[in-house]
């Protein structure tokens, strides 16, 4: 069985399904195919914050309403700092910081919205790719029934994550990897328990712990921990003893725990962001470690990009400008906040513990974290780029 479309977009994420809504937005045909189920998608706890330039963006589509949620980020962080707890105001300049907005609420408002504006999701389908050097696409995969479909489109956008079909279909040699290992990872813990602050981050001798709040009864945490460490290993006693040591204070309550992952931090970049007529979008062209919150920002901004490009070349009379322009200006942006993310993530993590990049690295984190406090200049900056204005 065969179709035809505009756009086939690879995974129902936030790239995907913010890309698809903008294609619909602007009357282009797409279709959007998931590998996993529906209600895999839209049950994966992971955080999020919604920057201004984000927001923004959702307004000039007329989006806003439709799929932002949650509490807008005050622009204050709660932190922690060798037992000391401070509270770094940063000026905005009225501007604001965006939204709370973990990604799962996103993506469930996302997908409403595209179903509901007769957009085609497709789940559970595991896609093949060809002809993506070529004029005409071809996205192949069996449906449910075991049939063979085929969808011909024009063009391949390609936002199914770091481990997706997308960019694994590119020949070897067309992409340069670039990327960075900071040599710790994160536990990451999600348990049952009301957050005791909205936020809060330490920085301590045994290394960064962070606590943020994911509704009324649960709360996401993380901790720094070295790259060999085993899940298994951490008991819940020893996550929550481990917790109360880094704050500095006892937990109002030691709740279920239910999720333990380790995650090792890094950064990565792909050049160029296209092959042929694919495109990659979000984590499949680009990774920021988590400390930066900008992951799923950078994904809005491809998609804004991704659309806009996409919606001139159909109205343009075939004209590819924006098209051809698409990896470099994603590219400048990228590498702007993979600057910011490795500048703030070594800052934090390294203020506390010195064992991983020593004395010297430390004493310099903590003279850039404290230029934050006493500096109008760095805070106005740091500022801009925590609100995505830079």
Known sequence: MSENTTVVVVGAGVAGLTLGNLLLRNGIDCVVVEKRSRE?????????????????????????????????????????????????????????????????????????????????LRYEVDVSLTDIDGERPLVTYRDGAGSTREIVCEFVAGCDGDRGVSRASIPDG???????????AWLTILAEVPAQRQSMMAMHDRGFAGQFGRGPSASRFYLQCPLDSVVAEWTAERIWDELELRFGEPMARRGAITSTQLVPLRSVVYDPMHYGRLYLLGD?????????????????????????????????????????????????????????????????????????????????ARADLERLFVSGSANRLFSEFIAGLN
């Open 40 to 120: 895999y998608v839209e049950s994966r706890q992971r955080a999020g914050v919604v920057d201004a330039r984000g927001e923004r963006m959702f307004h000039e589509w007329g989006l806003a309403d439709r799929v932002l949620g949650g509490a807008p980020f005050d622009m204050v962080m709660n932190l922690q700092i060798g037992g000391e707890r401070r509270l770094l105001e940063l000026e905005s300049d009225g501007a604001g910081g965006g939204r709370f907005c973990p990604q799962q609420v996103l993506v469930r408002n996302l997908t409403e919205l595209f179903v509901d504006s007769g957009g085609d």
């Open 174 to 184: 067309h992409l340069t990897r670039h990327s960075h290992e900071y040599g710790y």
């Open 284 to 364: 499949a062209a680009h990774i920021v470690p988590p400390m930066s919150a900008k992951g799923m920002n950078l994904a809005l901004h491809d998609a804004d990009v991704f659309a806009k490009a996409v919606t001139h070349y159909i109205a343009g009379d075939r004209d590819s400008t924006l098209l051809d322009a698409y990896s470099p200006t994603c590219l400048r942006h990228v590498w702007n906040y993979q600057a910011f993310a490795m500048w703030w993530t070594e800052a934090v993590h390294n203020v506390g513990d010195a064992s991983y990049q020593g004395g010297f690295r430390q004493q310099v």
